[in-house]
């Protein structure tokens, strides 16, 4: 009998998550957390969401998954690409060194690997590039964090031929909240979006697998899901592409 649609395999997605302090109960203490939308369009894109703790993940957790999402969260350290801190600058090293050595594993395997806000600007570090630390400082009329947990608008034009443009065309707009952007540009990476006031908006990976990063966030646009859509439908081929090299490697 043929297998229904909810018995169809959904593609495991490793997010990783926050440390921050939170509150529920009669509790406030340091957690491991993660926003709700993301989970949120992970689910509704076809995927199972695997929460990953912001410290103490090895790697090999990447084994057993069809995809990681780097998420967003503070600033990344400026000493990773060799700059001091700017007054405006949080960094949480605990974080970077964790989510660095994810980054590096998925790239190692090939992993679909979508990145957002703070997720691909690590990814940007990680590479060899470096952050503009404040954009007020060389953007005084940028509306990236318009005020204090209000998200702005990024609009911005794709590179035809690239992932993003495949998945949204040649022109879109996403919620966006930052105050740091990618600067230089590692060799490895390409830009394949910029707003009008020429911010990098989306990276991808020259070779190798499905690999998106994006300054904007994509979670908080539940109407707008194509982004994780094709990261989901990129996952569920690297599994299926797995599957058989591993069968065909089994002995008869």
Known sequence: M???????????????????????????????????????????????????PPSGTDPTVLDVVDGLIVVGGP??????????????????PLRDSHDSVLLRAALERELPLFAICRGAQLLNVVLGGTLIQHIPDVNPDARCQPA????????????????????????????????????????????TARSADG?????????????????????????????FRGFVEAAANYRNDHTATMKAMSPA
């Open 2 to 52: 043929a297998s229904s649609d909810s018995e169809k395999y959904r593609p495991r997605i490793a997010l990783t998550s926050y440390l921050q302090e939170a509150s529920w109960g009669v509790w406030n203490t340091t957690a491991a957390i993660l926003p709700a939308t993301y989970v949120e369009a992970v689910v509704a894109a076809g995927a199972t969401p695997i929460l990953l």
């Open 75 to 92: 600033d990344v350290d400026p000493s990773l690409y060799g700059q001091a801190p700017h007054p405006r600058t949080q960094p949480q």
């Open 148 to 191: 204090p947990g209000v998200y702005g608008e990024a609009a911005f034009s794709t590179t035809p031929g690239s992932l993003i443009n495949d998945l949204l065309g040649d022109t879109a707009e996403s919620p966006c909240y930052h105050h740091q952007a990618m600067d230089s540009v590692p060799r490895a990476l390409r830009v």
């Open 199 to 227: 911010m990098v908006q989306a990276l991808e990976t020259r070779e190798g697998g499905w690999v998106l990063g994006v300054q904007f966030h994509p979670e908080q646009n539940p109407h707008d899901l194509r982004l």
